[in-house]
């Protein structure tokens, strides 16, 4: 364990229960969490490449160009690194690595080469390493980066306590680490419409499971990482449109993995369902004239 000097035990562990979180908490097993991204990574990919935003903005505020061994912890399809490979030094070695398969073969894909699983791809040009790892457990030796990153994936793990001592077990002391979670409800419309729109207008009520807004208090997320040993941290919120402008893509919105699992529980309701959210979709964008997106809340800090 960790020291914590600026809160105490006791009253840390308080914190959390007043915030109603609980460290114990249980989402998917690892193993699930890897087969839903094996399964849904087109159809995720394909819709939500404006969330990748916040990658940017971590590797901007990480610095990425003054550090010499990255390692990105749910890299997913890598949208950006035509940009941040071209911008780190470049003798620096950048680990890109994610639960899932499919995320690692579009990765591939993407910069023209082979995927093949349980083994680690290397592209010589950008001192690129490409393997499949698990942020609670990695396989990477003490104080081997000095710079992390996780963008989107700490609200999806199981224990993100313990991705989070694992972020501060590999990296250098002085070595900094970033991580982006879903943040403020109320403009994270096209996450919360749905299940707001089944409920209130069909009386259907989605299975409970532990929300991906579970971690979008900034104390807390302040507070989680200096108790395991981060300083100078510095956490903010930051809202990301995805790219849907008009009535066309509104209509894609339905292949997207979230929509679409909501939609199974509706029945022989769901072309009345999909009315709705059509509807509510188009006031959002054509009425109100306001983006549909996520926002995130951003959080970096240094390992002691």
């Known amino acids: 364990m960790y020291a914590y000097k600026k809160l105490k035990i006791n009253q840390f562990l308080s914190l959390c229960k007043n915030s109603s979180y609980n460290f114990s908490i249980q989402g998917k097993s690892i ?45 997913g399809g890598g949208f950006l690194y035509n940009h941040s490979l071209n911008r780190k030094h470049p ?3 950048y ?20 995927y093949k699983p349980n083994q680690l791809i290397t592209v010589p040009n950008y001192n690129l390493h490409i393997e499949r790892a698990n942020g609670e457990k990695l396989h990477y030796k003490n104080e081997m980066f000095d710079c992390y990153i996780a963008n989107l994936c700490l609200q999806i793990t199981t224990n993100p ?7 501060n077990r590999v990296l250098q002391k002085g070595g900094y680490a970033g991580f982006t979670v879903w943040g403020d409800k109320h403009k994270s419309k096209f996450f919360t419409l749905v299940p707001s729109i089944l409920h209130r207008q069909f009386g259907i009520q989605l299975p409970k499971v532990r929300s991906n807004f579970h971690l979008n208090d900034k104390q807390k997320l302040i507070n989680m990482l200096e108790y395991y040993g981060f300083t100078n941290v510095v956490c903010w919120n930051q809202f990301q449109p995805f790219p849907y402008v008009d009535q066309d893509d509104i209509q894609t919105l339905f292949s997207h993995p979230i929509v679409k699992d909501s939609l199974a529980e509706c029945g022989d309701k769901k072309e009345e369902v999909k009315k709705a959210l059509l509807q509510a979709f188009e006031n959002i964008l054509l009425d109100e004239k306001e983006p549909i997106g996520l926002d995130g809340l951003m959080i970096i800090g240094q390992n002691k």
Request: with cysteine.
């Open 31 to 75: 193993e699930e969490i890897k087969k839903y991204w094996d399964e849904n990574s087109n159809n995720y990919l394909s819709q939500d490449s404006g969330a990748n935003g916040f990658y940017y903005t971590l590797i901007n505020m990480l610095k990425i160009e003054k550090r010499m061994n990255i390692l990105e912890v749910g890299a």
């Open 91 to 93: 003798s620096a070695n």
């Open 95 to 114: 680990y890109a690595t994610d639960l899932s398969d499919s995320m690692l073969d579009i990765l591939c894909k993407r910069i023209g080469v082979e």
């Open 161 to 167: 306590e313990i991705m989070i001592q694992e972020a």
